[in-house]
């Protein structure tokens, strides 16, 4: 077996998936049958929050206020602002009263490398590949995280702000994309729709994160699976 130490991530490339079909992981905050009555509030810290150089994690800010992203050990905050090119900041500082409605995070000890078959040409293609791989590896449900480096054609992203969400679309954009596949805790962890997964987009050229609508990846993206 060769083992490839790389940074942020510890990368092992092997012939077969390791069959460990959950990682540890963690939920704070508002649980998602209370996110009506919540949303307004704060109900976790973000310096709360448990990071390492591999977690994985997502959840919008204390009243809706950003977006949150946690990625390569730090918090990736978003929210509108017009005098920043795209009308959103990005920031990883934050005050110590700073937090949100909810987060939830999956931390994995190493990323394996996972061929793609077909195209990742939408959030459901990613769902199929993902529920493709997993269930390779003889899991039935899984908890894992993943992460996806390559060129979207395009991408659809929005951010929660107050007083309104700010969105925009990418063509032809370096992004990293990050989510956690949940088909054994659906609700516990967001779980957009019909699918298994909760995807938000690194856009590292442009120093912000935020939640992916819609996105199609050009060929030659490169998979991760958590384990």
């Not at 905050?29 to 704060?42: D, F, H, M, Q, V």
């Not at 992203?69 to 110590?96: C, S």
């Not at 996806?148 to 991408?155: F, K, L, Y």
């Amino acid at each position: 077996m060769m083992v490839l130490a790389t940074l942020p991530f510890i990368l092992q490339s092997v012939p077969a998936l390791a069959a460990n079909c959950e990682v540890a992981s963690a939920t704070y905050g508002a649980a998602r049958a209370e996110l009506a009555e919540k949303r307004s509030g704060t109900w976790v810290l973000l310096q709360d929050i448990a990071l390492s150089s591999n977690t994985v994690g997502y959840g919008p800010g204390g009243g809706m206020a950003f977006e949150a992203t946690f990625y390569d050990g730090k918090a990736w905050l978003a929210q509108a602002d017009t005098t920043q090119a795209g009308g959103v900041l990005g920031r990883h500082d934050f005050a110590a009263d700073e937090g949100n409605v909810f987060a939830v995070t999956a931390t994995p000890e190493i990323w394996q490398s996972v061929p793609v078959m077909g195209n990742l040409d939408s959030l459901a293609a990613i769902d199929a590949a993902l529920a493709s791989a997993i269930s390779g590896m003889g899991c039935e449900q899984a908890l894992l995280p993943f992460r996806i480096e390559g060129t979207a054609r395009t991408v659809s992203w929005s951010a929660e702000s107050k007083p309104t969400a700010v969105k925009g679309e990418f063509t032809g954009e370096p992004v990293v994309l990050v989510g956690i596949y949940s088909s054994a805790n659906r609700n516990g962890f967001f779980a957009v729709g019909e699918m298994n997964i909760h995807v938000h987009g690194i856009f590292v050229q442009r120093k912000f994160a935020g939640h992916i609508g819609a996105v199609d990846m050009l060929p030659g993206a490169k998979l991760f699976i958590g384990q």
